[in-house]
């Protein structure tokens, strides 16, 4: 049974960091691209990043480039989202998606990052 299971969502103040996980499991790891997706209180699903299958090539929107770090590790079949300096626009559910065949066709249950004082 295909799995992701994202984790390490908190509640933390402006200017900290996070490190947000998806472990995965019931798929070849290895042979997938990856991606980070987000949704805001209210508000609709936002791509945030997406990373290849060997982890060679990372990709950002363009509100992300420089806070946001995408990562993998294809030995423990997970995946990271680094967010550093984070901001109250930053608060969402996280979300880690599969992709294949050009759709994110598996998604995880999300982890929520609450930033605020």
Known sequence: ?????ESGGD????GGSLRLSCATSGFTF?????NWVRQAPGK???WVSAISS???NTYYADSMKGRFTISRDNAKNALYLQIDNLKSEDTAVYYCAKRSGGLMDYWGEGTLVIVSL
Request: hydrophobic share 40%; aromatic share 10%; no cysteine.
């Open 30 to 34: 290895s042979d997938y691209w990856m």
């Open 44 to 46: 609709g699903l936002e």
């Open 54 to 56: 060997s982890g060679s």
């Open 1 to 5: 049974q295909l799995q992701l299971v």
């Open 11 to 14: 509640l933390v103040q402006p």
